[in-house]
């Protein structure tokens, strides 16, 4: 509550994050994490074919130059850019719960930035010293040695972004030890680093095959020792990323768990949610059976085939990092602060004075009964917005309505007895943090604004009210 609070009221904030993370997730994970590795192996691949035949060796090695060709251009544009945009987007719409990961996790993200400065040197040195190194036998092996130092580089970057992922759904002994290793090494981390370990390599794969069938044309003598080598390296990690799938799943604490259905269909469409959960397990299984089939009679797939795989594991990777975040609600950070940006440990305060005597940006700093609807907007803004908009995606009218009926006016009493158990009802939600007459003026709000809907501004458009912080003045709100 001492920062002054981003909004988007039409689409909501949890989209912005959304988007550019899942991008970077898939261009992270599927051109570097598990692509350099394959990239690197396509190379060794035709080094060792250079005794049998020199033309071989300059096929596979100009396959592999293609293929890092494109990992380059887009990794170092679009993937870095879809990163720092991670870093802007969280931390303009949940700068406290970054503040405290970069609290908690500092010198973790100082040797990432390290480990990830080294991998952007040891790419740009990979790419541009490859055509030299196929000069001599000695330089090819020094080439390929900077392929193996990238991958393992590329790799740790996430092995360490992955601690932080973990300690938000469960920080574990954290919580009473306060210690960054004890974070780090929470429960839900290994078994998620195994299992995004495999899913990189098979996006890889997968990526790989989609590009050699564009790369190789049918008179190539590589091309059907290629699509090979691809799904062999695809069909490799899929025992890897069951066991390790299964692991995780089994880690995941109960009532996160119990997020799932809402998370994967959202509240509406929640009875579906099996039929969705086979239907994303159904797209593996036919990016399985494509690389199979490519093993097997490389020579019958069509090109266009190709494609499936690819998109059949993206939007599996991609629902896998949406129900990731869904399910860690009503938490940003595991039993330390709700998703409201409000600390588990400041509740009890908060009950007892209001959220607004202790917020820095709001208009109003106590409920008076002629600020009412504005004492409820500040409310709102500090408690619902996270997740909520006034009228747009997830609009709290809209909720309301579909639990009371709609066109029917809301009606002030039955949402404030909603909104005292919402918590214990929709788990996913954090209980109201404020007092009664919060409480009462954000139920006035939601009702003005079901009957004259105005957009909500965020401070990046409507600019934000300082709070005049006079010690006595806020006691006297408090005696109010
Ligand atoms: C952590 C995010 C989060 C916060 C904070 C939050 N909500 Fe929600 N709320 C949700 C989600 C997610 C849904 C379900 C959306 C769907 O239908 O899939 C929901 C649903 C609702 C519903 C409908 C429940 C039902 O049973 O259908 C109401 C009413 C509601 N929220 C009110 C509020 C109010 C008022 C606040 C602020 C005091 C608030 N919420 C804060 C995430 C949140």
Known sequence: MDFPLFHLDFMGNRWLIAIIAIIHVFISHGLAVGFIPMVTLLEFRGFLSRKISLDEQQRWDKLAYNFLFVAFVITTTLGALTGVGIWFSTSLVSPDSIGSLIRVFYFAWFFEWII???????????FLSWKKSNSSETAKKRHLRFGLFLSIFSWLTMAIIVGILGFMMDPGNWIVKKNMFVGFTNPLYIPQLLFRTPLAMIMAGVIGLFLASLFLKKENPIRLKAFKFLSIWTLVWVPHITVAGLWYYYKIPQLMVGNLPVAVA??????????????????????????????????????????????????????????????????????????????????????????????????????????????????????????????????????????????????VEAMKSYMQSMHKVRYYMPPFPGNQAELDALAHYIKNIQQYPEPLEGAQLGGTPVVNYDLDKIEENLIE
């Open 116 to 126: 990830f400065a080294a991998e952007v040197i040891l790419i740009v040195v990979y």
């Open 266 to 411: 959202t509240q509406l469409f929640q009875q579906w949610y099996g039929t969705l959960l086979y239907t994303l397990f159904g797209f593996v299984a036919l990016a399985i059976l494509i690389s199979l089939w490519t093993l097997l009679k490389p020579q019958r797939v069509p090109k266009w085939a190709m494609v499936i795989p690819v998109i059949g594991v993206f939007i599996f990777a991609g629902s896998f990092e949406r129900i990731r975040e869904f399910i860690r609600k009503p938490f940003v950070i595991g039993d330390f602060m709700y998703s409201n940006s409000m600390r588990l440990d400041d509740y009890p305060l908060l009950k007892k004075d209001g959220i607004l005597p202790h917020a820095t940006y709001v208009s109003t700093t106590a409920v008076r009964p002629e600020n009412k609807v504005e004492a409820g907007k500040n409310v709102f803004m500090l408690a619902c917005t996270r997740c909520h908009t006034t009228n747009g995606i997830n609009s709290v009218v809209t909720r309301f309505e579909r639990m009371y009926g709609k066109d029917k006016p809301l009606q």
